[in-house]
Nanobody, 117 residues
């Protein structure tokens, strides 16, 4: 069983950048698809980006396409979400999750991202 642990959130001005990290606790992410999700206050948790474990193919929500990039390191122990050109509407708690076939049973505790206007 893998336990994702997020870090890297914080406060940034609109137009700025942040990089979120998701480290594997207990084992590597090898064999798992990895996803990033976010939940804004009063809203449902929504999909942001994912990377498929065996192909490296990435998927993005339309709202972040062209601004966010998901990647993983070669050791498969850390997954990143590079966020550029941040907007106030990107403010949310960001979660990392591990799973397969679009099912994500393993979730991190989340990291807060706040974008000021």
């Amino acid at each position: 069983q893998v336990q994702p642990v997020e870090s890297g959130g914080g406060l940034v001005q609109a137009g700025g950048s942040l990089r979120l990290s998701c480290a594997a606790s207990g084992r590597t992410f090898s064999g798992y698809d990895m996803g990033w999700f976010r939940q804004a206050p009063g809203m449902d948790r929504v999909f942001i980006a994912s990377i498929i474990w065996n192909t490296g193919v990435t998927y993005y929500a339309d709202s972040v396409k062209g601004r966010f990039t998901i990647s993983r390191d070669n050791s498969e122990a850390t997954v990143y979400l590079q966020m550029n050109f941040l907007k106030p509407e990107d403010t949310a708690v960001y979660y990392c999750a591990a799973g397969r076939n679009s099912r994500y049973p393993y979730w991190g505790q989340g990291t807060q991202v706040t974008v000021s206007s």
